[in-house]
Structure formats: C-alpha cells, structure tokens
C-alpha cells in the first residue's frame, strides 16, 4: 500500500494474523522484511508489555517521582519493578484467586506487621 499527502509518500504493509479464537486482527507495518509469524508475535508480546505498563501505573505510584536526577529516576522505577514480580511471586503462591490490585492492597495495609502473608491470605 501506498500512502501520500502532498509531496510525502509513505509505503506500508497489510498483515492479517489470527489468535487463538481464529479471529483475524489487521495490522499495518512499514517492515518489509519479517515474515508474518514475526510480526504475528512481536504484537502478541507487545501486548504482554502494554498489560504489565497498565500494571504497574494502576498499582504503584510512578506519576511523581521523589527525586529529580536520572539516578533517582531509574532508582525508583526499578524498585517498582522489583516491587510488582515479588507481588506477582506472592500472589500466584496464594491459594486464593485473588486480583492482583487486592493483593497488592493488602500487601501495603499489612506492611508494618510482622505476618505470614501467604498463610494470612
């Protein structure tokens, strides 16, 4: 496919991929060299990564930061990171089927007591 407006040009690729349901999903690419089984799985991936972003901002507190240099940045983003696989580690360890935001709600009300958590949940 070709695209123009005015004096630009801008040439894409029509990509059908179907997932598991056997639903067919469009995607349009400017990368003429992946095979579709390539470009098929790096969006399913880039969905993983979407999810665990929507994750991390629902969860913990990334719209301010404590510090103003880069280093204090980086600290505080890879402590959330940290943060959300030990509370990933934990809430697949509990016997319950709980939501990850309850967990993690939980997590911050029983933080100051010495408790087992996974016994208490």
Partial sequence: MRFTRGELTHEARWVEIFDETKKPAALLTNNFEFIVQ???????????????????????????????????????????????LLI??????IKRNCA???????????LIYYIDFISFM
């Fill in 88 to 93: 990933t580690v934990i809430s697949r360890s």
């Fill in 100 to 110: 990850f935001s309850q967990v993690v709600t939980m997590v911050r009300l029983t």
């Fill in 38 to 84: 390539d470009i098929s799985e790096i969006y399913r991936l880039r969905w993983a990564i979407k999810s665990l972003y929507k994750q991390l901002k629902q969860n913990f507190p990334l719209h301010f930061f404590y510090g103003d240099s880069v280093n204090a940045i980086q600290i505080q983003t890879c402590v959330v990171l940290i943060a959300n």
